[in-house]
């Protein structure tokens, strides 16, 4: 049970070249989210999949797309990236347990570079 | 509309001193409310939650947190620090809509950079 993976765990790129980010859960969780984390700023959230077939966006969604691929995956993609895009992306995964509970699991994140 | 503020981006205790790290929250709603550790170059790891039940609330590595409704806090604590405790820690809050079957929207405080001195 490898949890939350994220694909890859660093990269650095140039002002807009594009790229996905991927990420994938074991946990037969219903819902996933992608999180940017800078500093100062705690985590943001940046779109979310409340299950197979739906995303929505979260606070910080500009230049940004997203694909649930299936249960298990979610992608994150930069059309053209930015410098504004520096950061940390961490994907989550969770499931309702109960009526009112539900936990997010967190990946390893990406860190990502963008010149 | 929720947030969260944690009260010091940076904290210093030594060894086997008290740890506490504040939180306070505004919700509309009942919240939810989360502890999280980030260790250097990793994810966040869940440390305790609070849902309504009991409001002293006890987590992995010793830590515990008190939900008080009146002050709107929910501040972490751990009577003795050790030096594996040096983290960042993020506090969350959260509320669901059981009316709702989409996902719980988090929303994080600026997180608060435990040191431990020797």
């Known amino acids: 049970n490898a949890g939350v993976t994220q694909t890859p765990k660093f990269q650095v790129l140039k002002t807009g070249q594009s790229m996905t980010l991927q990420c994938a859960q074991d946990?037969?969780?219903?819902?996933m989210y992608w999180y940017r984390q800078d500093p100062g700023m705690g985590l943001r959230l940046i779109y979310y999949?409340?299950?197979?077939?739906?995303?929505d966006k979260g606070e910080v969604p500009n230049g940004y797309n997203v694909s649930r691929l299936n249960k298990r995956e979610f992608s994150l993609r930069l059309e053209s990236a930015a410098p504004s895009q520096t950061s940390v992306y961490f994907c989550?995964?969770?499931?309702?347990?109960?009526?009112?509970?539900?936990?997010?699991?967190f990946g390893p994140g990406t860190r990502l570079l963008v010149l | 509309a929720q947030s969260v503020t944690q009260l010091g981006s940076h904290v210093s205790v030594s060894e086997g001193a008290l740890v506490l790290l504040r939180c306070n929250y505004s919700?509309?709603?009942?919240?939810?409310l989360f502890w999280y550790v980030q260790y250097p170059n990793q994810g966040l790891q869940l440390l305790l939650k609070?849902?309504?039940?009991?409001?002293l609330v006890k987590g992995i590595n010793g830590f515990e947190a008190e939900f008080k409704k009146s002050e709107t806090s929910f501040h972490l604590t751990k009577p003795s620090a050790h030096m594996s405790d040096a983290a960042e820690y993020f506090c969350?809050?959260?509320?669901?809509?059981?009316?709702?079957?989409?996902?719980?929207?988090?929303?994080f405080g600026g997180g608060t950079r435990l040191m431990v001195k020797p």
């Open positions: 969350a809050v959260t509320s669901i809509d059981p009316y709702n079957n989409a996902g719980n929207m988090l929303t």
């Open positions: 946990m037969n969780h219903n819902s």
């Open positions: 999949s409340a299950s197979e077939g739906t995303t």
């Open positions: 919700s509309s709603v009942p919240p939810y």
């Open positions: 989550a995964s969770s499931i309702r347990q109960g009526m009112y509970q539900e936990t997010q699991y």
């Open positions: 609070y849902t309504s039940a009991a409001t």
